[in-house]
């Protein structure tokens, strides 16, 4: 029980016992009102729709007010930017255990995993005890719910929900089957374009371009329909400190807002929990939330 309480002690006078008894009624009342949890939610929306994009390998300075990524910056401008936002670790999968599950999960290089090699909590597996409704979108991956390590410019390594026995393998779904019809989307979705498309094989401008063109409408959509867009990288270039760029757009961001606050994909994990009520997975469990960009 959050709030505040008078310790228990023997009174000696009536009076101290009634002062006693009224404070521990305040503080009965206080905890009442709700735990720290509960006001750290309070302080996030909640979108009907949170999609979350993940590039690759480039520094923040690589992208934001970079020529070659304009859709990205145009985002940047009727959204929110984090400025300063960071990676756990190097080279790339570890991040993405990280930014999905609060933990690495031991995973210390880019080899293919075991599926369903552990069965710790994550973000999807909260959405769904929640409720809510959990799915990702995996560009190039041969066939829904295939578990293979590589195939063209398809690589397990960036799609961690492989990696968790208590995610359906079925809800890795390919690119193509992301809806047009964006009000079926699942309340909270990731998308992993491949290697070329997610700027690690191809330059920013691919990237950037790529964004534009297949979750444009999305973003437009998303502005008025009370949805969030999320753009991130899964780590730097090795050259900038492992600060990377971090853009959200949507309906419930303020536009032209920033941060500059220190953050790392804990705090985006803890927000995007607490945006929809559901426990907190490894080191979110200690990370704060997002704030100071959230339209009223």
Not at 22 to 32: I, P
Not at 33 to 62: K, L, M, R
Not at 67 to 83: D, E, H, R
């Amino acid at each position: 029980m959050s709030g505040w309480s008078i310790p228990r002690r023997r009174t000696r006078t009536a009076l101290f016992s009634a002062v006693g008894l009224v404070a521990a009624s305040v503080g009965l009342w206080a905890g009442l009102g709700g735990t720290s949890s509960a006001h750290a939610a309070a302080s996030v929306p909640t979108p009907d729709h949170t999609v979350v994009v993940v590039f690759e390998n480039h520094a923040y300075n690589q992208v934001i007010g970079s020529s070659s990524a304009p859709y990205i910056n145009s985002l940047k401008s009727g959204g929110a930017n984090l400025s300063q936002t960071f990676a756990e670790t190097h080279p790339s999968q570890p991040n993405y255990y990280a930014m999905f599950s609060g933990s690495t999960q031991g995973i210390t290089d880019d080899s293919c995993v075991t599926p369903g090699f552990s069965s710790a909590p994550n973000l999807a597996s909260e959405v769904m005890a929640a409720g809510k409704t959990w799915a990702s979108y995996n560009e190039s991956l041969p066939s829904q719910g295939s578990t293979v390590c590589t195939s063209g410019k398809y690589a397990q390594k960036h799609n961690p929900w492989f990696g968790f026995s208590n995610v359906p393998t079925s809800s890795a779904k390919t690119f193509t089957q992301f809806p047009t019809d964006y009000s079926t989307l699942p309340t909270v979705s990731y998308v992993t374009p491949n290697l070329c498309s997610d700027m690690h094989d191809c330059s920013v401008s691919t990237g950037d371009t790529w964004l534009k063109k297949n979750l444009g409408a999305y973003a437009t959509w998303a502005k008025t329909h009370n949805s969030l867009l999320v753009v991130t990288f899964d780590e730097d270039n090795r050259l900038a400190g492992n600060k990377i760029p971090t853009v959200l757009y949507g309906q419930p961001v303020t536009p032209g807002s920033s941060s500059s606050a220190t953050y790392n994909h804990y705090n985006i994990l803890r927000t995007i929990e607490d945006m929809y009520g559901t426990t907190h997975a490894g080191q979110a469990a200690n990370a704060s939330d997002i704030t100071g960009i959230w339209a009223s």
